[in-house]
């Protein structure tokens, strides 16, 4: 079946098949949803004849047929003139049955009256609820673009994603994925206007946020020229209650989609960098330094061992070593995109090392004091932007580096004060 076509008192529909997918042509153009055509064509092609009625050379008012109440036509590649079935009344006696007549064989027959339930579709109920259909295998590259904002452009090569507008930098590849999955899995909430004539009502003449999703060819084929070629283009307007406006690209029409859509695309280069901090073996680590209230740094000795540079007191070897650890694979839980401004006029720690033996190669992360919700947040020299540092790792930098005393074995053998000695029983 490559075409279909369906009369009802309701107006008349038509649907394409193109490549793989259908099209509603009529009264609209639109995408449909595969699946629900695909389930209506087997409800029609598929339901049991109940009775043979008659042949259809005789009166068909009987049978409701003269002027049915439903027309469908399914036309396949070979077959131009159409295969139509046309459904008129409810027998007297059966009325879980309905008359229909299927022009092919000139015949009359009844169904299961399930089949009238075709007669109340509606070209909204056929068609495509995914916000956007595009080819995944296709994109590989993304621009967000906000009004008054740097335009984020990512890049795609295997599975690596990079920011093609910041020298490249490497992106965070999990987050680009997840907003692929996000635009290819959101569905429209409605189907607010057919014709998009009046775009200035919906905020989409100049959209608060456009995504492009691209495919990229560096150079020219025998296919493709040189340069991007779009896939799609989702424009969002304005906010509505729990719904924001959108466009998809050039088609005719409006839809809503869920506003949580728009929070959860990064408007910000910024946010879409990589969440690796430092990628360092925790041995390449020469000399580290701490600031809080007051200064303590180390410096590997003879032997690979930490000794003091400012400090004293014995090292807790084991703490020093859970802060190289963090140091040299430090990860952001998150980039962030607006900081407070005073955020870092009184950080509570900042840490310094170096990377190699003769410590020209520094390294510096500076943790701002706690937020209003209790997360920390970082800066480092090599990154612009602000990222949120897990408690777990901020936990082990701000590790106690000298060793507590050990209890003597006296006081670990002195009773607790909270515990009275028992009375021997009296004779």
């Known amino acids: 079946v490559i075409r279909l076509s369906l009369k009802t008192a309701a107006g008349e529909m038509e649907l394409q098949k193109q490549g793989d997918h259908w099209q509603i042509v009529k009264p609209l153009r639109a995408r449909a949803d595969d699946q629900k055509v695909n389930d209506l064509i087997a409800q029609i092609t598929t339901s049991r004849i109940a009775q043979f009625v008659a042949d259809d050379a005789g009166d068909l008012h009987p049978y409701g047929l003269t002027e049915p109440r439903g027309t469908v036509t399914i036309f396949t590649a070979d077959d131009k003139q159409g295969q139509i079935l046309q459904i008129g009344g409810v027998p007297e006696k059966e009325k879980d049955q309905i008359y229909v007549r299927f022009a092919p064989r000139k015949f009359i027959y009844t169904l299961p009256n399930k089949i009238e339930t075709i007669l109340s579709t509606r070209p909204n109920d056929l068609r495509d609820r995914h916000l956007v259909r595009f080819d995944q295998n296709q994109l590989d590259r993304i621009t967000i673009d906000v009004p008054g904002k740097t335009k984020t452009v990512l890049s795609r090569k295997d599975q690596n994603w990079t920011i093609v507008n910041r020298n490249n930098r490497l992106a965070n590849a999990a987050e680009a994925r997840r907003l692929i999955d996000l635009l290819a899995g959101e569905q429209v909430t409605n189907f607010v206007a057919d014709v998009a004539s009046d775009l200035p009502k919906y905020g989409l003449d100049k959209p608060q946020l456009t995504v492009t999703l691209s495919s990229f060819a560096s150079e020219n084929t025998a296919e493709t020229k040189a340069g991007e070629h779009p896939l799609a283009t989702i424009a969002f307007g304005k906010i509505d209650g729990e719904n ?181 029983p009296t004779p």
């Open 244 to 424: 924001i406006f959108a466009r998809v690209g050039e088609e005719p029409f409006v839809v809503a989609v869920h506003r949580s859509t728009l929070d959860n695309i990064f408007a910000d280069p910024l946010q879409w960098q990589d969440l690796t901090i430092f990628k360092f073996k925790p041995e390449q680590i020469h000399r580290l330094a701490l600031f809080t209230d007051h200064e303590q740094s180390l410096i590997r000795g003879p032997n690979n061992q930490w000794e003091w540079v400012t400090g004293d007191g014995p090292i807790n070897t084991v703490t020093v070593q859970s802060l190289v650890n963090t140091l040299a694979s430090l990860h952001a839980v998150r980039w962030i995109a607006n900081i407070p401004p005073a955020a870092f006029d009184k950080p509570q720690l900042v840490a310094t090392f170096t990377t190699s033996t003769d410590d020209k190669a520094q390294h510096k992360v500076t943790i701002s004091g706690p937020s209003a919700d209790e997360t920390s947040m970082a800066r480092t020299d090599e990154h612009e932007g602000t990222f949120v540092i897990s408690s777990s790792d901020l936990s082990a930098l701000r590790g106690a580096l000298v060793q507590p005393p050990f209890p003597s074995p006296a006081a670990s053998a002195s009773p607790s004060v909270a515990t009275s000695p028992v009375a021997p």
